[in-house]
Structure formats: structure tokens, C-alpha cells
């Protein structure tokens, strides 16, 4: 029987961001659900408009999620007990706007939208725009890495790599965003442009590794 060498080889990168991820979160209360649907629906509608002059369409922004619930408050009676009131409906939309990094593009954004009245939540990821490559070159690295290694352990014992007999990969989901993240809330409100026009933002690499298991016969 043929001796075999089994070697895990690693893929390691390193990735500058270029991409931007906003996610935009819009919150609408009111004890009338119609009502507070209807708030939601024109805080959209102004995001959009106070886009457009930036070069985005109505549909560059997406909707990411929506929900809406029933709020209750605690109130106290003649007696001094406790009862949960119905106080409203909270509508929360979540929306997506994804486009190239670009440090003077997300300053007019979040110019933009802090002018636009609809008071969103804000928060900004930086990823990449195309990363299947980005897994294909991972896999390719980890490839590299277990040939060379196994060549050099071959070499060392007085032998050869023959035959590549088995590779062995579990997939698994990789997470292409930078460790860098910026939130944005009653601050938005309270600095308006001005606090867009202050920042600079120059977020962190990725770092992302892959692996694989492979096994060759040896000469």
C-alpha cells in the first residue's frame, strides 16, 4: 500500500474595503396603526427625494426589514396598582443604501439625510462589492499553502508528492466586512452636516482565512 501524506493547507487575506453599507432605521409611533404607517411612509419618501440629488434612484434604497408592534406602559391606578396600558403602534423600517467606497460620497449622504427630516438611525459597514473573488482567491491560497507544505515535509523524508488523491472542505459562510463601524443616532439630530463634514473615515483591512484539508500518495 502507497504511503500517503495528509496536509491542511490555510488562505489568508487581506482586504482594503470598497464598499459602503448604510443601514437606515426609521422608527413611527402613533395609537392609530394607519397613522403611524402613513409617518413611516413619508420619512421614506423624503430619504429618497433628499437622495436623488446625489445620483441615487427611489430604488438604490432597499428595504432590509420591517416590523411592527404593540407598545404597552405601566400605569398606576386610584388603588396604586400597576396596569400595562396600550400606548401606540412602533412601525420600524430598516433600509439598505450600498454604493462604492467613497469618503465624499458618504459625507454628502450623511448630509443629506440629516437634512432630509427623517431622523434614521445610522449604521455604516465597510465591506467588499465582489466577494466571491475574493472566496475563490482564498481557496486558491489555501491550495498553495498545503502544496508547499507538503512538499517540503515530502522532501525532508525522502520522498516525492505523487497522485493528489482526496481534498477535503467543509464550506462555510465568510464575513467580508470590516472590523470598523460607525452608529449614528440622536447625534445625527443633534450636529446635523456639520458632523459629516468633520470625520474622515479610513476603515480597518479585512482579514479573512479559508482552509482545506488534501491528500496526496507518496513517491
Same mark, same amino acid.
Not at 409617518?39 to 433628499?50: D, G, Q, V, Y
Not at 433600509?95 to 469618503?103: A, E, G, H, K, Q
Not at 459562510?173 to 468633520?198: H, I, Q
Given at each position: 500500500?502507497?504511503?500517503?501524506?495528509?496536509?491542511?493547507?490555510?488562505?489568508?487575506?487581506?482586504?482594503?474595503?470598497?464598499?459602503?453599507?448604510?443601514?437606515?432605521?426609521?422608527?413611527?409611533?402613533?395609537?392609530?396603526?394607519?397613522?403611524?404607517?402613513?409617518?413611516?411612509?413619508?420619512?421614506?419618501?423624503?430619504?429618497?427625494?433628499?437622495?436623488?440629488?446625489?445620483?441615487?434612484?427611489?430604488?438604490?434604497?432597499?428595504?432590509?426589514?420591517?416590523?411592527?408592534?404593540?407598545?404597552?406602559?405601566?400605569?398606576?391606578?386610584?388603588?396604586?396598582?400597576?396596569?400595562?396600558?396600550?400606548?401606540?403602534?412602533?412601525?420600524?423600517?430598516?433600509?439598505?443604501?450600498?454604493?462604492?467606497?467613497?469618503?465624499?460620497?458618504?459625507? %454628502?449622504? #450623511? $448630509?443629506?439625510?440629516? +437634512?432630509?427630516?427623517?431622523?434614521? /438611525? *445610522?449604521?455604516?459597514?465597510?465591506?467588499?462589492?465582489?466577494?466571491?473573488?475574493?472566496?475563490?482567491?482564498?481557496?486558491?491560497?489555501?491550495?498553495?499553502?498545503?502544496?508547499?507544505?507538503?512538499?517540503?515535509?515530502?522532501?525532508?523524508?525522502?520522498?516525492?508528492?505523487?497522485?493528489?488523491?482526496?481534498?477535503?472542505?467543509?464550506?462555510?459562510?465568510?464575513?467580508?466586512?470590516?472590523?470598523?463601524?460607525?452608529?449614528?443616532?440622536?447625534?445625527?439630530?443633534?450636529?446635523?452636516?456639520?458632523?459629516?463634514?468633520?470625520?474622515?473615515?479610513?476603515? %480597518?483591512? #479585512? $482579514?479573512?482565512?479559508? +482552509?482545506?484539508?488534501?491528500?496526496? /500518495? *507518496?513517491?
Amino acid at each position: 500500500m502507497a504511503a500517503k501524506i495528509s496536509v491542511k493547507g490555510t488562505g489568508r487575506l487581506s482586504l482594503s474595503p470598497d464598499q459602503t453599507d448604510i443601514l437606515l432605521t426609521l422608527n413611527s409611533r402613533d395609537k392609530d396603526y394607519p397613522t403611524a404607517a402613513g409617518i413611516a411612509e413619508s420619512r421614506i419618501e423624503s430619504l429618497k427625494t433628499a437622495l436623488l440629488p446625489l445620483g441615487f434612484s427611489p430604488e438604490d434604497l432597499r428595504t432590509s426589514g420591517f416590523s411592527v408592534r404593540a407598545e404597552y406602559e405601566g400605569v398606576q391606578d386610584e388603588k396604586g396598582i400597576f396596569r400595562n396600558v396600550f400606548s401606540g403602534y412602533c412601525c420600524t423600517h430598516q433600509l439598505r443604501l450600498t454604493f462604492p467606497m467613497d469618503n465624499q460620497k458618504l459625507s %454628502e449622504v #450623511i $448630509s443629506a439625510v440629516s +437634512s432630509s427630516g427623517a431622523e434614521p /438611525e *445610522l449604521s455604516i459597514t465597510f465591506g467588499i462589492g465582489d466577494p466571491e473573488s475574493a472566496k475563490e482567491e482564498l481557496l486558491r491560497s489555501a491550495a498553495e499553502n498545503a502544496r508547499k507544505k507538503a512538499s517540503i515535509l515530502a522532501a525532508a523524508s525522502g520522498a516525492s508528492l505523487g497522485k493528489l488523491l482526496e481534498i477535503r472542505y467543509s464550506v462555510s459562510e465568510k464575513d467580508f466586512v470590516s472590523p470598523a463601524a460607525v452608529e449614528m443616532n440622536d447625534c445625527l439630530r443633534a450636529c446635523g452636516s456639520g458632523l459629516a463634514k468633520a470625520v474622515s473615515f479610513h476603515p %480597518e483591512d #479585512i $482579514s479573512v482565512s479559508d +482552509s482545506a484539508e488534501f491528500v496526496w /500518495e *507518496l513517491e
